[in-house]
């Protein structure tokens, strides 16, 4: 499969603090998504963005794939923002294997009001 | 529309006991997939399906079945519980495999004693 490094593993923030998610990836893709898993467990996509910038209010994904990673702002932190953050890919090129999707292992945001 | 529902929201099973996860969209995807979440991990892929009547393996295939009869429906089976299989399952559809955003439903937990 495609190695998937989400960095940092837990970040605590006080409610209205900017912070940045990293998403490491080991191969070319052709998907990305990040997703916002809230404290119930409930999974939401944030973001499908394999290549270029995307923002959506007070959050928004860059994806730089030459390079093999992207990266997750969130402006302006609210408590509603808490709970783990998931990136997943799909492998691109001749890999490539019909929408199977490869998470890392989150990033556990804590927002503190 | 609803998404994509998923029943039940928890379950008990006893060790070698069999127990049928259901899942239904109707949102018209072609694709399903199930995944499972084990504490502090990502999502791991067991089973897909590309269209009623196709299915793969993922990851984690072993201890699971799956059947696609209908669009809608694509049901995960566990045969023989084992405490391994303590989990939280989640399943996604998308309309397109390759580039597709995925969307979840809400999970069912599964504990095995």
């Known amino acids: 499969g495609i190695q998937v490094e989400q960095s940092p593993p837990d970040l605590i923030l006080q409610e209205g603090a900017n912070s940045t998610l990293r998403c490491n990836f080991s191969d070319s893709v052709n998907n990305l998504q990040w997703f916002h898993q809230n404290p119930w467990g409930q999974l939401i996509n944030l973001f499908y963005i394999p290549s270029g910038t995307k923002q959506n209010g007070r959050l928004s994904a860059t994806t730089v794939a030459t390079e093999r990673y992207s990266l997750l702002y969130i402006s302006s932190s609210q408590t509603t923002d808490s709970g783990v953050y998931f990136c997943a890919v799909e492998r691109g090129g001749r890999g490539s294997t019909l929408g199977r999707l490869y998470f890392g292992r989150g990033t556990q945001l804590t927002v503190w009001p | 529309n609803a998404g994509v529902t998923q029943t039940p929201k928890f379950r008990i099973l006893k060790i070698g006991q069999s127990m049928t996860l259901q899942c239904t969209q109707d949102?018209?995807?072609?694709?399903m997939y199930w995944y499972r979440q084990d504490p502090g991990m990502g999502l791991k892929l067991i089973y897909y399906s590309v269209g009623a009547g196709i299915t793969d393996k993922g990851e984690v295939p072993n201890g699971y079945n799956v059947s696609r009869s209908t669009t809608e429906d694509f049901p995960l089976r566990l045969e023989l519980a084992a405490p391994s299989q303590t989990s939280v399952y989640f399943c996604a559809s998308s309309w397109g495999g390759k580039q597709e955003t995925q969307y979840f439903g809400p999970g069912t937990r599964l504990l095995v004693l």
């Open positions: 949102m018209n995807h072609n694709y």
